[in-house]
């Protein structure tokens, strides 16, 4: 199968290019610094030609509420048109579990908007909403520093390492469509505040942490519900302390 993967050079791209090309597959990273950009559309006819499959994996260079809502918009149409065109008969994506409970954040209003453009575009669809990534721990630690102290929420996350999510993602690629959305998710679930502790500790990272559940995710207040998963998800093999020792965080 020849299978196109949108932002095949990013953490998960690059991952899930790997698998593919193990399992025997033509795969080409389009993304662009490979001269295809899916908000512009240049090059998007060219990268498609003979596509069975279209993997969008890319993210936006801005997080910034407009900016972002208007990449995942843009995109999505842009891939939606090229691929009918194309003739391609599976369009796979990855969101982000709860993005329907988090509309407060432009984050997440942008990614709900690329589902609705995928859902109704016409080009049958399979949709994978994975949680926070290992890697992005770090982060969402950093997210809540002022000074010397880290204020963090103690509701749930459910994180996993990239490597499981791309995985379930390529196994998804060359599966038929399924026109749902399913969702992955690592194999522990534990406070946010716990798991950016471990991590900050890992880092001997020296800023006191405080518990606080007004400090919210990104600006949103969270609940034990809004970012783990229903039931049923996939689930990821490598535990946080497992992805702590062999990372280079
Ligand atoms: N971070 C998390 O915890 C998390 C959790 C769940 C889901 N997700 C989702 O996972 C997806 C992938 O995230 P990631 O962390 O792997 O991304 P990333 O490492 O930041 O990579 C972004 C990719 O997007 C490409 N890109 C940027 N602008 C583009 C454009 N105009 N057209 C085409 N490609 C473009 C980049 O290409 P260049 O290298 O050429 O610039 C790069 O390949 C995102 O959709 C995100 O919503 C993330």
């Known amino acids: 199968m020849k299978i196109v993967v949108i932002g095949g050079t990013g953490l998960i791209g690059t991952q899930v290019c790997k698998r593919l090309r193990e399992g025997g597959h033509d795969v080409l ?3 662009p610094r490979s001269g ?4 512009t559309g240049e090059g998007l ?3 498609l030609k003979g596509a069975d499959v279209v993997v969008d994996v890319a993210n936006a260079p801005s997080f910034e509420d407009a900016a972002v809502l208007e990449f995942f918009e843009k995109s ?4 939606a048109a090229a691929e009918k065109t194309a003739g391609v008969k599976h369009h796979v994506a990855l969101s982000v579990v709860g993005t329907d409970r988090m509309l407060e954040s432009g984050y997440f209003r942008a990614k709900m908007a690329q589902e609705e453009i995928i859902r109704k575009a016409g080009v049958p669809w399979s ?3 994975a949680t926070q990534f290992f890697e992005f ?3 969402i630690a950093q997210s809540g520093a002022r000074g010397d102290t880290i204020r963090l929420t103690s509701a749930a996350l459910q994180p996993i390492a990239s490597v499981d999510v791309a995985a379930a993602m390529a196994n998804i690629a060359v599966a038929p469509p399924t026109g749902k959305i399913e969702e ?4 522990d679930k534990q406070p946010l505040v716990s798991f950016a502790t471990t991590y900050l500790q890992h880092t001997k990272d020296q800023r006191q942490v405080i518990t606080d559940d007004q400090a919210g995710y990104y600006g949103a207040i969270i609940d034990d519900q809004s970012l783990t998963p229903g039931a049923n998800p996939i689930l990821g093999k490598i535990h946080f302390d497992q992805w702590l020792k ?3 965080a």
């Open 184 to 187: 992955v998710a690592g194999p």
């Open 246 to 248: 062999s990372s280079s």
């Open 45 to 47: 006819q060219t990268a």
């Open 137 to 139: 721990i770090g982060a």
């Open 76 to 79: 999505a149409r842009n891939l």
């Open 36 to 39: 295809v950009n899916a908000v």
């Open 29 to 31: 990273s389009a993304s």
């Open 127 to 129: 949709i994978l909403r």
